[in-house]
């Protein structure tokens, strides 16, 4: 059987969400090929999350093409976004808690191109009077990140239902996003 990249790193993913602590032989077993193997790939674990940072920067890039941000309202264009995302959403939810990944000279700046589109979106949304102005771009960038990534671990962990995801998401953070009528 030839070496597969994307399928080794499809299963690394799917067994990090379930369990960020395993091993590389986990990895190796999950993917269906040997230690060695794997070791000749991917040198040790922060290679392997390096590679999966690239799926996942790449996965988030194709997620927001498809949502269209710029086409409708931006609250629209949010729930495209999740909808988009949600294929990835464990995968993120796992990258997420690789502090190393976001920290010091080595952070990879597809990460900032990310943030800029999506904290575009809300400034969109704010420009427009459809969003709140105390909160800003950037805050509602990382609330949606947090989101996504306790909705994967919902309904990872069974106690949310993938077909609320998108639903469930989108509400809680548009609910508070949402620019109310003054009284």
């Known amino acids: ?17 379930r369990k960020s602590t395993a091993t590389m032989d986990e990895v190796a077993k999950a ?12 040198a040790g674990r922060d290679a392997l999350v390096r590679a999966l940072e690239a799926l996942g920067i790449a996965e988030c890039e194709a997620a927001l093409d498809a949502a269209r941000l710029d086409e409708g309202t931006a609250g629209e264009a949010v ?6 995302m949600e294929p990835a959403a464990g995968l993120l939810a796992f990258l997420y808690t690789e502090n190393q990944l976001f920290e010091g000279e080595e952070q990879n700046a597809g990460w900032a191109l990310i943030d ?11 420009l427009d009077g459809e969003f709140r102005i105390d909160l800003t771009p950037a805050w509602l960038t990382e609330a949606l990140y ?3 990534a306790s909705g994967a671990w919902m309904v990872h ?4 239902a993938p077909k609320d995801f998108q639903h469930m998401i989108v509400e809680l ?11």
């Open 31 to 42: 993917a269906g090929i040997s230690r060695a193997t794997l070791h000749r790939h991917f």
């Open 157 to 160: 962990s069974g106690k949310g």
């Open 79 to 84: 729930r495209r976004l999740v909808g988009a």
């Open 116 to 126: 800029d589109r999506i904290s575009a979106l809300f400034r969109r949304g704010q």
């Open 1 to 17: 059987m030839a070496f597969d990249p994307e399928h080794v790193l499809r299963a690394a993913a799917a067994l990090l969400t």
């Open 173 to 183: 953070l548009l609910g508070g996003a949402l620019r109310r009528e003054e009284s």
């Open 146 to 148: 947090g989101l996504m």
